[in-house]
């Protein structure tokens, strides 16, 4: 081999090996996982936990892998804010923000426990970070390094009761309760015996019974028969089987809309202290602040070993900004509270407190999982006019449509709560068997149709329509109830199915800034507006990573502005879901291979080059010079 073929291969080699030395001087790959980046410090979120509940803590765990030692900082994102309570204050909206406290990390593989208590605020309202509800919520970490620099990755935790409270919740019916001169009827003393005999029959069910203080009186002055059933009631509050509630005045029904503070307040220093004081429980008790513009009233409720609701109406109190707030008692239960406002309440009997109060229980059985006894069905047309308008303003705020939902497909019945509407009254001595329907799986399946079809700028009439038609199922007809859960979720399949990503194997890029195609297929025959999100290690998607695009029918093509660090191969995660992110609708991996030289390698190749150009036109110089040189002198040398 020559000089020159040999000095050309090693010029080539060293351009090639400078070529590939400039192409890795960037950082390398991190782990697999979900990853932040800010500058070039990275962390890496390996694993997590769901967000376990206890009485008066709540704790996770995060596995990260960071570059750096720092500090991290946990954000919540909930969403507690009920429609009704925004409706009474739009300043304040769906959604709040709570920081956790920072956790240092050093730089490494590490497990951290994040650990908080929950307390209530200065207030009165719901402190930080107390959850009412389960549900899966976003979350941010942050990592705060020693320089200054932020790195934030998203994700998801759930949020889950490791002792879950199934209260059995029991609507008293209470309009035949007293008679004209103020004695309780044969009617009410029988469906408050009936319910005795449930609530004793329960064993250790938490329970929550609601009786109206103008009943609790006339059962004081029934000495025949009504003393007995307040003792029985004075015994089950002394034992903490169940929490007797009812802070306002007794009215008729004509003043109902016209009740005020002082009256509630006058109520709970009087009538509601008696009951208490009848048990001996009030000298340990935990204590309850009703809080409103100007007001702050403390009130008592028992402090036993179950599960209990303190029932504060809030639909009773004039004006809006009204919050209950409280805090977790000692024993081993866990205190649920739903406050009930005004602004949420729905229909004709929006000022009525009774009415309230079943609101309130109903809620606390949805929350808790555990069963809502309705009255008995009327037998007159107008009657059941009547209780259709009762128990519809009773069930409306429950159909929560603004409620994070896992994706459809997760959709298990034994992950929901169970409400069971029993065709029957409690009235009857021995309460008939309820219907095995399981409503609130339907409801949340309707919710979950309306979510979507909002979020897909879909017509929401069907889901309006499916809505109504569901409350009159679940109220009257168990049997179509059933039949419109499997249409609704048969429904939100063929939804989740009408989006798909196509398979593909690798995409390949030539520069560092390209167009990353993400195909999406639109099985359905309208427009879908949908939410596009592309992560992964060594690529950079713009800002957040999300794009809202509206997708016609038939397969489109979305091209995607993306920047690599790199040459290399990378491996990119695609998630279709709605707009507001609460829902995936499709997702694939994609590897994305980026063929292209780095600045450093490419100035160093242009310099090879250069030097093995100027080499080659030297020597090609030189052997010219030389050959003409050699004819030179055989022409000098000839006769």
């Not at 030289?597 to 310099?607: E, K, M, Q, T, Y």
């Amino acid at each position: 081999m020559s000089p020159r073929r040999t000095l050309t291969r090693t010029l080539l080699a060293l351009c090639c090996a400078l070529t590939a030395l400039g192409g890795a001087v960037t950082t390398a790959p991190p782990a697999a996982g979900q990853v932040g980046v800010a500058g070039t410090a990275e962390i890496r979120l390996l694993s997590q936990s769901p967000w376990i509940a206890a009485r008066d803590t709540f704790s996770f765990t995060l596995e990260v892998d960071t570059d750096r030692p720092g500090t991290i900082d946990v954000v919540v994102e909930d969403a507690l804010g009920d429609p009704g309570a925004v409706a009474a204050d739009p300043g304040r909206g769906p959604t709040i923000v709570r920081s956790l406290p920072s956790v240092p990390v050093v730089a490494g593989r590490q497990v951290l426990r994040i650990d908080t208590p929950v307390v209530p605020t200065a207030d009165g309202t719901p402190g930080n970070p107390l959850v009412l509800a389960d549900g899966v919520f976003p979350v941010q970490v942050i990592l705060r390094d020693d320089t200054g620099r932020r790195t934030t990755l998203r994700t998801h935790l759930v949020h889950v009761d490791p002792e879950p409270v199934r209260p059995l919740v029991l609507v008293v019916p209470v309009a035949p309760a007293l008679s004209r001169d103020g004695t309780v009827t044969p009617q009410a003393r029988d469906a408050l015996r009936s319910a005795l005999d449930v609530l004793r029959s329960a064993g250790d069910v938490p329970l929550a019974l609601h009786v109206r203080p103008d009943l609790l009186d006339g059962l004081a002055a029934d000495t025949v028969s009504g003393s007995a059933v307040r003792t029985a009631l004075v015994d089950l509050v002394r034992g903490g089987d169940a929490i007797l509630g009812a802070p306002y005045v007794p009215l008729d029904e004509a003043s109902w809309h016209g009740v005020g503070a002082s009256d509630v307040v006058g109520w709970a220093r009087n009538e509601g202290a008696t009951v208490l004081e009848d048990a001996g429980i009030v000298a340990d008790t935990e204590m309850w602040r009703l809080v409103g513009p100007g007001t702050e009233q403390t009130f008592v409720h028992s402090a036993g070993a179950g599960a209990g609701v303190l029932l504060v109406d809030a639909a009773t109190l004039p004006g809006a900004g009204w919050h209950v707030g409280g805090v977790t008692f000692a024993g081993s239960g866990t205190l649920r509270v739903i406050p009930v406002t005004a602004a949420s309440a729905a229909g004709p009997l929006v000022g009525d407190p009774v009415l309230a109060a079943h609101r309130t229980l109903a809620a606390l059985a949805v929350a808790g999982g555990g069963q809502l006894l309705l009255p008995d069905l009327p037998t007159t047309a107008a009657e059941l006019a009547d209780w259709t308008v009762y128990v519809r303003t009773l069930l409306s705020p429950l159909a929560r449509t603004d409620r994070p939902f896992t994706p459809i497909t997760d959709l298990r019945g034994d992950a929901l709560p169970v409400v069971e509407a029993a065709a029957a009254g409690i009235e009857a001595a021995t309460p008939p068997d309820p219907p095995t329907v399981d409503v609130s799986r339907a409801r949340a399946a309707l919710a979950v149709a309306a979510h979507v079809a909002g979020a897909l700028a879909l017509d929401p009439g069907p889901a309006e329509r499916g809505r109504r038609d569901a409350l009159r199922a679940l109220t009257l007809e168990p049997a179509a109830a059933s039949a419109l859960l499997e249409e609704t979720e048969a429904r939100l399949r063929a939804l989740v199915r009408d989006i798909d990503l196509p398979a593909r194997e690798t995409v390949v890029v030539t520069s560092h800034r390209a167009e990353f195609p993400v195909v999406i297929h639109n099985r359905s025959e309208r427009p879908l507006r949908v939410r596009v999100q592309i992560s992964g290690p060594g690529v950079e998607v713009d800002e957040t990573g999300t794009f809202d695009v509206d997708v016609p029918p038939g397969v489109v093509e979305v091209l995607v502005p993306v920047q690599t660090r790199r040459s290399g191969t990378f491996r990119l995660l695609v998630r279709v879901s709605t707009p507001d992110g609460g829902i995936e609708l499709a997702r694939t991996t994609v590897d994305l291979r980026s063929q292209t030289i780095s600045g450093v390698g490419v100035a160093l190749s242009v310099g090879a080059i250069a030097v093995l150009a100027a080499w080659w036109i030297r020597s090609d110089r030189r052997r010219r010079s030389a050959l003409a040189a050699a004819a030179a002198g055989t022409g000098s040398t000839e006769p």
